[in-house]
Protein backbone atom coordinates (compact mmCIF):
# COMPACT_ATOMS: atom_id res chain seq x y z
CA UNK A 1 0.00 0.00 0.00
CA UNK A 2 1.02 3.31 -0.84
CA UNK A 3 1.81 6.46 1.76
CA UNK A 4 2.44 10.17 1.90
CA UNK A 5 4.51 11.26 3.89
CA UNK A 6 4.13 14.88 4.30
CA UNK A 7 6.85 17.12 5.92
CA UNK A 8 6.00 20.42 7.66
CA UNK A 9 8.55 22.34 9.31
CA UNK A 10 8.32 26.48 10.23
CA UNK A 11 10.37 28.62 7.01
CA UNK A 12 11.37 30.98 9.51
CA UNK A 13 13.42 27.89 11.89
CA UNK A 14 14.60 26.78 9.07
CA UNK A 15 15.96 29.73 7.24
CA UNK A 16 17.95 30.71 10.31
CA UNK A 17 19.54 27.44 10.68
CA UNK A 18 22.93 27.54 8.92
CA UNK A 19 23.54 26.11 5.53
CA UNK A 20 25.60 23.51 7.18
CA UNK A 21 22.60 22.46 8.99
CA UNK A 22 20.31 22.21 6.40
CA UNK A 23 22.76 20.49 4.07
CA UNK A 24 23.15 17.76 7.01
CA UNK A 25 19.18 17.47 7.37
CA UNK A 26 19.16 16.99 2.96
CA UNK A 27 21.92 14.93 3.09
CA UNK A 28 19.78 12.24 6.19
CA UNK A 29 17.07 12.55 3.59
CA UNK A 30 18.68 11.78 0.83
CA UNK A 31 20.55 8.56 2.35
CA UNK A 32 16.94 7.44 3.94
CA UNK A 33 15.72 7.65 -0.14
CA UNK A 34 18.51 5.32 -0.89
CA UNK A 35 17.46 2.82 2.04
CA UNK A 36 13.93 3.14 0.99
CA UNK A 37 14.70 2.06 -2.38
CA UNK A 38 17.03 -0.62 -1.62
CA UNK A 39 13.78 -2.35 0.76
CA UNK A 40 11.52 -1.86 -2.45
CA UNK A 41 9.65 1.52 -0.76
CA UNK A 42 10.89 4.34 -2.18
CA UNK A 43 8.17 5.64 -4.48
CA UNK A 44 9.24 8.92 -4.83
CA UNK A 45 10.47 12.19 -2.84
CA UNK A 46 11.40 15.91 -2.71
CA UNK A 47 11.05 19.08 -1.17
CA UNK A 48 9.42 21.93 -1.92
CA UNK A 49 10.07 25.73 -2.87
CA UNK A 50 9.43 28.30 0.12
CA UNK A 51 5.64 29.12 0.29
CA UNK A 52 6.88 32.37 -1.36
CA UNK A 53 7.04 30.73 -4.27
CA UNK A 54 3.34 29.29 -4.21
CA UNK A 55 0.35 30.13 -6.04
CA UNK A 56 -3.29 29.06 -4.73
CA UNK A 57 -5.76 28.10 -7.39
CA UNK A 58 -9.42 28.20 -6.86
CA UNK A 59 -12.39 27.92 -9.70
CA UNK A 60 -15.58 29.71 -9.10
CA UNK A 61 -18.71 29.75 -11.38
CA UNK A 62 -15.95 28.59 -14.20
CA UNK A 63 -13.18 31.24 -13.83
CA UNK A 64 -10.47 30.21 -13.12
CA UNK A 65 -9.13 32.43 -9.76
CA UNK A 66 -4.99 32.60 -8.67
CA UNK A 67 -3.47 33.92 -5.78
CA UNK A 68 -0.32 34.50 -4.30
CA UNK A 69 1.27 32.19 -1.51
CA UNK A 70 0.02 29.49 0.76
CA UNK A 71 -3.99 28.93 1.52
CA UNK A 72 -4.03 29.65 4.70
CA UNK A 73 -1.29 31.17 7.97
CA UNK A 74 0.36 28.74 9.85
CA UNK A 75 3.01 28.02 12.14
CA UNK A 76 4.56 24.98 10.27
CA UNK A 77 4.79 24.96 6.08
CA UNK A 78 4.35 21.92 3.69
CA UNK A 79 8.41 21.51 3.33
CA UNK A 80 8.23 18.33 1.35
CA UNK A 81 7.03 14.77 0.61
CA UNK A 82 7.92 11.11 0.30
CA UNK A 83 6.17 8.80 -1.30
CA UNK A 84 6.53 5.26 -0.07
CA UNK A 85 5.51 1.37 0.07
CA UNK A 86 4.34 -0.22 3.24
CA UNK A 87 2.45 -2.41 4.91
CA UNK A 88 0.21 -0.74 7.15
CA UNK A 89 0.06 2.79 8.45
CA UNK A 90 2.60 1.66 11.85
CA UNK A 91 5.20 0.59 9.44
CA UNK A 92 4.57 3.89 7.50
CA UNK A 93 4.26 5.79 11.06
CA UNK A 94 8.37 4.30 11.76
CA UNK A 95 9.14 5.21 8.51
CA UNK A 96 8.15 8.76 9.08
CA UNK A 97 9.86 8.64 12.22
CA UNK A 98 13.29 8.25 9.97
CA UNK A 99 12.71 11.53 8.47
CA UNK A 100 14.94 14.24 9.52
CA UNK A 101 12.49 17.19 9.03
CA UNK A 102 10.52 15.39 11.69
CA UNK A 103 13.03 16.83 14.13
CA UNK A 104 12.13 20.40 13.17
CA UNK A 105 8.74 19.88 12.67
CA UNK A 106 6.04 17.35 11.91
CA UNK A 107 5.24 14.58 9.09
CA UNK A 108 1.82 13.88 8.30
CA UNK A 109 1.54 9.70 7.37
CA UNK A 110 -2.04 9.45 4.99
CA UNK A 111 -2.77 6.35 3.07
CA UNK A 112 -3.11 6.86 -0.87
CA UNK A 113 -6.31 5.67 -2.33
CA UNK A 114 -5.57 3.42 -5.27
CA UNK A 115 -8.42 4.56 -8.32
CA UNK A 116 -8.52 3.00 -11.43
CA UNK A 117 -7.74 4.11 -14.78
CA UNK A 118 -5.21 6.93 -13.82
CA UNK A 119 -2.20 6.33 -15.38
CA UNK A 120 0.43 4.19 -14.47
Same mark, same amino acid.
Given at each position: MKFMLLVHHNETVFEQMSEDERQRLLAESIALTHELHAQGQYVSASPLHPTSTASIVR?????????? #??? &? =?? %? =? +?? !? $???? /?? &??? +??? !???? !?????? !? %? /? $??? =? @? %?? @??? @?? #?LPN
Open positions: VRDGTPLVTD #GPF &A =ET %R =E +QL !A $GYFL /IE &ALS +QAD !AAKV !AARVPG !A %R /I $GSV =E @V %RP @VKE @VD #G
